[in-house]
């Protein structure tokens, strides 16, 4: 059977490039170990943070911001196309600071305006008109109005769906081991029960991307980065943005679950949280907001980040016609998803190269070597 397109891993980043090349016309077949959604893109917590999380002008930023935008599009068209949508909420992040930090957090944002951002230093009744709830010493804040969220499984879900609308197919329960090449050039796969013709193959196996074979190389390391997360029940929640605090985040739902994040940690794939890694969640969430001392704890999990040396995706070309690679997103994974898709489309269907691929290229490490 030869197949023109096989993506291998139906996570966020797998399902939306498979979206985006049916509807350029591609026949394309999405492998998955498990069933797509399983890992990473349905755990994370779903901040769309491009503005809060930067420090620095520089690619990254950009990918941010023009992904950010792409998920208000997105959600429109998952809704037209499935009903369902992203759980999608511009509803803004908040840095909540105290006389003693507020001009350093403030110092370390502001040159967004000069990138044309919208950002805003409150006082202290704009910061307890946007979250009631914060402890008292929170005398300020720095917000940032465009910043944004989605609900992960929703967004997930809705993202399947409508890539298997438009014609792609997905499997479950094929692991694909190698990357098969000959002369130059991606001849298919081969999974654990059979090899699989393909004249272009997209390898998007978020933090297990490096045990396919005969793909990435030394210098393109993606390790696993353990995520600890715990969900919240009170309603009001009393406090309408993200708020970032303490080295965490609190994610309000807008049905009164409170999504509580995260630790990380580097111990492989050991699956499962820990009685100190949610602690420390439990411990930072009620120190922002004391009310969350008596909400109810109704779930606790983790997953795994895919992580590169430099913490940027690798997303591009292999060096083997038709192999392609768009792994490696880390943190931002959720936010970054949109853009990935398009600048993956815009490789392979035209050729067309991004004006940031550069930073993310995945032969950046080895473009540096002596020699
Ligand atoms: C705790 C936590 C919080 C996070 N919060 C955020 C956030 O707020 N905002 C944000 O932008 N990002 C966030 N992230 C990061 C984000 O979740 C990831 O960067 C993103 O989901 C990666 O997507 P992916 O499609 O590359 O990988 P995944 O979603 O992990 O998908 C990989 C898929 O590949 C499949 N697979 C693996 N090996 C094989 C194989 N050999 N053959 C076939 N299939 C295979 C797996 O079954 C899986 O379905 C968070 C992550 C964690 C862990």
């Known amino acids: 059977m030869s197949e023109s397109v096989l993506v291998v891993g139906g996570g966020l980043v797998g399902a939306l490039i498979a979206l985006r090349l049916a509807e350029a016309g591609l026949p394309v077949r999405v492998l998955d170990r498990d069933h797509p959604g399983a890992e990473s893109s349905s755990a994370g917590a779903g901040i769309l943070a491009a503005q809060s999380e930067a420090i620095e002008s520089g690619p990254i930023l950009e990918l941010g911001l023009a992904s950010r935008a792409l998920h208000a599009t997105l959600n429109q068209e998952l809704i037209g196309l499935t009903g369902g949508g992203s759980g999608y909420r511009q509803n803004g992040t908040l840095i909540p600071t105290t006389e003693g930090d507020h001009a350093d957090h403030l110092a370390a944002h502001l040159w967004q305006r000069t990138r044309g951002l919208r950002l805003e230093s409150l006082d202290a009744s704009a910061t307890r008109a946007l979250a009631p709830g914060l402890h008292a010493r929170f005398t300020s804040g720095v917000f940032f109005p465009e910043d944004a969220s989605v609900d992960p499984p929703k967004l997930m879900a809705s993202a399947i769906e409508a890539a298997a609308r438009k014609g792609v197919q997905f499997e479950h329960g094929a692991t694909v081991r190698e990357v098969m090449q000959s002369s130059g050039r ?9 090899t699989r013709s393909a004249e272009v193959v997209v390898l998007c196996a978020g933090a297990w991307s490096e045990q396919v074979a005969g793909a990435l190389d030394d210098s393109q390391q993606i390790r696993p980065a353990r995520g600890q997360l715990a969900e919240l029940a009170l309603s009001p929640v009393p406090f309408g943005p993200v708020l970032f605090a303490g080295g965490g985040y609190l994610l309000p739902r807008s049905d009164g679950r409170v999504c509580v994040g995260s630790t990380m940690e580097m111990v492989g794939f050991a699956r499962g949280t820990t009685a100190a890694g949610i602690r420390t969640l439990l411990d930072r969430a009620i120190d922002a907001v004391p009310a969350l001392g008596d909400a109810e704890v109704t779930r606790t999990w983790s997953s795994f980040r895919p992580r590169s040396p430099d913490g940027l995706p690798f997303v591009g070309g292999l060096g083997v016609h038709g192999l392609y690679v768009a792994a490696g997103h880390h943190r931002s994974g959720i936010l970054l998803a949109p853009i990935t898709a398009e600048i993956v489309r815009d490789l392979i269907v035209d050729g ?11 032969e950046r490490f080895r473009k540096h070597r002596p020699g």
């Not at 991606?186 to 059979?194: I, L, P, Q, S």
């Open 352 to 362: 067309r190269r991004h004006r940031l691929l550069d930073a993310i290229a995945p």
């Open 186 to 194: 991606v001849t298919g796969v081969r999974t654990d029960h059979a």
